[in-house]
């Protein structure tokens, strides 16, 4: 495995567990997403060497913007209210 695609799998493998906690409603308040989503801005940028190259790092680039946005989402909120 190069290491680019480690590199690629890592960043799969945390938007993955995100996206799981986020559907589980363990983000409690708006301030614990906007760090999450800021930690993800974080990480695609460090993915964005690797997009020109690697097919995967565009698809996880996409899926970390997506996820960000729905963290952001004020709808999403107030829909799914923590438990």
Do not use: H
Not at 6 to 23: D, K, R, W
């Amino acid at each position: 495995m190069t290491m680019s695609e480690q590199v690629i799998s890592y960043f799969e493998e945390e938007f993955g567990t995100i996206l799981c906690q986020l559907e589980e409603g363990k983000f409690l308040d708006y301030k614990q997403r906007v760090l999450v989503s800021r930690k993800i801005d974080e990480a695609l940028v460090r993915l964005s060497p690797y997009v020109r190259s690697e097919w995967r790092a565009r698809q996880v680039v996409k899926s970390g913007e997506v996820l960000r946005e729905r963290l952001l989402s004020v709808r999403d909120i107030i829909s799914n209210p923590p438990l």
